[in-house]
């Protein structure tokens, strides 16, 4: 058997403190749940810029060596939602890249947020993009978990991300770190992940930031954990926590058969 973990957090800018915080979570994590992928949401290390200041090197820096530690420690591998890693096309910028670190403490995939979150809010007015420069390629991996997708929060509103992903790349399972505010949250949040799950036939892993932050931003929490079918199978609606599910590849593979949306699609050329 093979588990994922959802991990809900309240960051701040205390990058120390959030570490700890972290840490507790997947300490609590149950022994018998493993082997385990543990998946943390958006801006787990830190929450609101600007991140330049605490800018990492790809494999250099506090906040991958934490990552690498904890996977060591508790035999986990982990998603780490978005590290600031700086950008090679602006020095000025950083890319929000979502690593993922085996048991070993090897980072084996990455993920560079594509599509930034510029848009004016019910809430606030928000620009990503003043500090953080577009990823540009696709990342699907084999893990024992099975292929794993990545993605970075806004990136669940564009769903030609994910039909590649799963389509042409054969992904599984997606991982969709996120902040969400809560307006945005109230009205799109679940119906986005399960649509994402229902029309690529893939489980959706969302870890989510949740509360009020010290930059004043609200976010709308509510992690979840969706099967191939649309079912919730988990959800830390507010709060801190974390939230786990078994991954069954053979009911994934159950729907993919009878109900063939792959073959249909490319038989339609719609692809």
């Known amino acids: 058997m093979a588990y994922i973990t959802a991990i809900q957090l309240q960051t701040t800018r205390n990058i120390p403190e959030n570490f700890e915080n972290i840490e507790s979570q997947i300490a609590a994590i149950p022994k018998e749940n493993r082997p385990n992928l543990v998946t943390l949401p958006e801006c787990c290390a830190l929450f609101s810029g600007p991140f330049i200041q605490d800018g990492e090197s790809l494999g250099e820096g506090k906040i991958q060596d934490f990552f690498k530690a904890m996977a060591v420690k508790y035999d986990v591998w982990i998603v780490s939602g978005s590290v600031p890693i700086v950008s090679e096309d602006d020095s000025d910028k950083v890319l929000a890249a979502n690593l993922v670190f085996n048991s070993d403490g090897e980072i084996v995939a990455q993920y560079n947020k594509i599509h930034l979150f510029d848009v004016?809010?019910?809430d606030q007015s928000y620009r990503e993009s003043d500090t953080t420069t577009p990823g540009k390629d696709?990342?699907?991996?084999?893990?024992?978990?099975?292929r794993i997708g990545l993605s970075v929060c806004y990136d669940v509103r564009f769903p030609e991300l994910f039909r590649t992903m799963a389509f042409d790349h054969q992904a599984d399972i997606f991982i969709i770190p996120a902040a969400f505010t809560v307006p945005t949250g109230e009205a799109h949040w679940e119906?986005?992940?399960r649509a994402r799950a229902i029309e690529n036939q893939c489980y959706v892993v969302a870890p989510a930031q949740w509360g009020e932050h010290p930059c004043g931003r609200k976010t709308y929490g509510h992690s979840l954990i969706v099967d191939p079918w649309g079912t919730v199978l988990g959800q830390v609606e507010e709060g801190v926590g974390f939230v786990s599910a078994e991954i069954d590849h053979e009911f994934k593979d159950g729907i993919r058969a009878r109900f063939p949306v792959a073959i249909?699609?490319?038989n339609a050329g719609i692809r």
């Open 138 to 146: 696709i990342t699907v991996f084999s893990s024992p978990f099975g």
């Open 120 to 122: 004016d809010g019910t």
């Open 264 to 266: 249909h699609a490319k």
């Open 191 to 193: 119906v986005l992940l």
